[in-house]
C-alpha cells in the first residue's frame, strides 16, 4: 500500500479522535523520522516532549529488549527488579519522599487530585474539600483531570465534570489568594504551562504559592508533565525556582516513548495520604516501562544530558529571538530550555506547521496563536540552524 492507501486504511477502524496530518511514520533515527516513502524530517516535536533522547539511542533500545527477554508483566501485587531502582532514580532526581508508577501523566494528575484529598480527609475526619487550578491550564482529558484544566473548549461537552474546582489566573498571586478559602486542600499548577501557549511561572508567583500553601497547610501540586525530565536545563522545571511541590506529576520523557507516568510525594504528603487500598493500577509500573526508566536517567547521568540542554538552549533561544526580530507575523517568543514558543500573527499556526511539515520539519502549536518547539534534548547547533532555516522559508513565502 503506498501511504495514502494507509491513511485511508487508518480512517476506517480508528475512532477519529485526531485530525491526523498526512503521513505515515515508518521509523526513525537520532533526530530525524522517516515516512514511508522514505522522505526525511527533522523531529522538533518529539512525540510530544516525549522521545527526548530522539529514536535509537545507544544502549537505550537494548535495555529494553533484555527486559522483554527477562519479564514484561506481573502486576503491582509483587516487586520486580526495575521498580526499586526506578523508585531510587526518581527520588534521587527530585529530593522527594513517595512515588507511585502510572501509565500516563493523566493518571498521573488523577493520583495526586486523590492524594491532596485523602491529605485534608486524614486531618479533618471529613471530605468534601477543594482545589485551586489555574485558567488556560492542561491537565489532561479524563473527568478529573479535565476538571481541574482551566480551558472550556476542553471541558464543556463533558459537564458536570467534578465538583470543588475553582480556578484562578497563572502568575497572578492575589487571583489565586482570592479562591482559597478553608475548604481548599490544594492550588495545583504547571511549572510551564504549555497547551495554553508556553508561558513560564514567574519566580514570585510560585514562591508565593509555595509561602501560601505552607500558611494554610495545603499542598502545592506542580504538573511537570511536559517541562519535566530535563527539557528546561533541570531535571524538573521547579528546580529552577528553588520551590519543592507536595506533589509533582511527571510522564512523556520519563520513559521516553514508552507509557509511563508518575506522581510523587514529599515526606509531609505521603505520610497523610494514600495508604493501601486508596490507590491501584494493573499495568502502572510494570518491569518493561520502569526499564525503560532506569535507563533513561543512567543515559541522562552518563552522557551528561542536562548539561547539555543547559549549554545549547541559550542558542536556540538567540535564533529563535532572531526570527522574531526579522518577521513581522512572529511577535515574540517566550518559553525555557527546550520548551519554546513562537507568538504568531498574521497567518494561523497551523499553516506554519503544515508548510513546516512539507519541507520536513515537525513543529506543533500550542493554544491559537503559539508555535510550539519541544525537540529531542540531543539536538545539536547545526539541527537548530537546519530548522531556522526551513523556518525561514515557511515565513517567507507567507
Not at 477519529?16 to 511514520?25: D, E, G, L, M, Q
Amino acid at each position: 500500500m503506498n501511504m495514502q492507501e494507509q491513511m485511508n486504511r487508518a480512517e476506517e477502524s480508528i475512532l477519529h479522535t485526531y485530525n491526523r496530518f498526512p503521513v505515515v511514520f515508518e521509523r526513525g533515527e537520532g533526530v530525524y523520522l522517516y515516512d514511508t516513502e522514505g522522505r526525511k524530517y527533522l523531529d522538533f516535536a518529539a512525540g510530544i516532549a516525549v522521545n527526548s533522547l530522539g529514536y535509537h539511542y545507544p544502549g537505550y533500545d537494548e535495555a529494553l529488549k533484555d527486559q522483554i527477554d527477562r519479564l514484561t508483566h506481573i502486576s503491582n501485587l509483587y516487586y520486580s527488579v526495575p521498580l526499586a531502582e526506578a523508585g531510587r532514580k526518581v527520588l534521587n532526581a527530585s529530593g522527594m519522599s513517595r512515588v507511585f508508577f502510572t501509565n500516563s501523566g493523566t493518571e498521573a494528575i488523577e493520583g495526586a487530585i486523590k492524594a491532596a484529598r485523602k491529605y485534608a480527609y486524614q486531618k479533618t475526619g471529613h471530605a468534601g474539600f477543594e482545589i485551586v487550578a489555574m485558567n488556560e491550564s492542561f491537565h489532561g482529558r479524563s473527568i478529573g483531570a479535565l476538571s481541574v484544566t482551566g480551558n472550556e473548549h476542553y471541558r464543556e461537552p463533558f459537564e458536570p465534570l467534578m465538583g470543588g474546582v475553582r480556578f484562578a489566573d497563572f502568575n497572578d498571586l492575589e487571583s489565586v489568594k482570592a479562591q482559597v478559602n478553608d475548604k481548599t486542600c490544594a492550588v495545583i499548577c504547571e511549572t510551564v504551562q504549555g497547551e495554553g501557549g508556553i508561558h513560564p511561572a514567574s519566580k514570585e508567583f510560585l514562591q508565593g504559592l509555595r509561602a501560601l500553601c505552607d500558611e494554610k497547610d495545603i499542598l502545592l501540586i506542580l504538573d511537570e508533565i511536559q517541562c519535566g525530565m530535563g527539557r528546561t536545563g533541570h531535571y524538573f522545571a521547579w528546580q529552577a525556582y528553588g520551590v519543592q511541590p507536595d506533589i509533582m506529576t511527571c510522564a512523556k520523557a520519563l520513559g521516553c516513548g514508552v507509557p509511563v507516568g508518575a506522581f510523587v510525594l514529599n515526606e509531609k504528603a505521603a505520610a497523610m495520604s494514600l495508604a493501601p487500598g486508596d490507590h491501584g493500577t494493573t499495568y502502572g509500573g510494570n518491569p518493561f516501562v520502569l526499564a525503560a526508566v532506569n535507563k533513561v536517567f543512567d543515559i541522562y547521568e552518563k552522557d551528561g544530558i542536562i548539561n547539555h540542554v543547559q549549554e545549547t538552549a541559550p542558542y536556540l533561544e538567540e535564533r529563535l529571538d532572531d526570527l522574531a526580530h526579522r518577521y513581522s507575523c512572529v511577535k515574540g517568543r517566550r518559553g525555557m530550555g527546550f520548551m519554546q514558543g513562537l507568538v504568531i500573527e498574521g497567518r494561523t499556526v497551523s499553516s506554519v506547521v503544515k508548510a513546516s511539515l512539507d519541507k520536513g520539519l515537525l513543529v506543533i502549536s500550542a493554544g491559537s496563536d503559539v508555535l510550539r518547539l519541544v525537540p529531542p534534548l540531543i539536538i545539536t547547533k547545526e539541527h537548530i540552524d537546519e530548522m531556522v532555516r526551513i523556518l525561514e522559508e515557511c515565513l517567507d513565502e507567507a
